[in-house]
Nanobody
């Protein structure tokens, strides 16, 4: 019913930049929070950045001042702009949306979390 598609990952040199995107499609009534997580090899998945339905942002300490998260509600899309990338940013990045589904007769479901498939970001010289 809902699909999250990520794009923009790849290989970048230290100090470089990448802009990821994640777009949701399907029977969507509304989206509240949008977030990005990452998981490096051998480590737990961690929250990188989030943006609420009223565009309040939150960042992990490790990315503050380097990453900026934004959203386009008309496109159901979230964009993390990642600047001054470091080796430690290497990970698989996952988007996470909190979504209410559109049901029959104009009704909406409860909010539920949906995940993207993940996109690899590798920072290496």
């Amino acid at each position: 019913q809902v699909q999250l598609v990520e794009s923009g990952g790849g290989l970048v040199q230290p100090g470089g930049s990448l802009r990821l995107s994640c777009e949701a499609s399907g029977s969507i009534f509304s989206i509240s929070a949008m977030a990005w997580y990452r998981q490096a090899p051998g480590k737990q998945r961690e929250l990188v950045a989030s943006i609420s339905g009223v565009s309040r942002t939150n960042y992990a300490d490790s990315v503050k001042g380097r990453f900026t998260i934004s959203r386009d509600n008309a496109k159901n899309t979230v964009y993390p702009q990642m600047n001054n990338l470091e080796h430690e940013d290497t990970a698989v990045y996952y988007c996470n949306f909190n979504i209410r589904l559109e049901l029959a007769f104009g009704l909406a479901s409860n909010f539920k979390d949906y995940w993207g498939q993940g996109t690899q970001v590798t920072v290496s010289s």
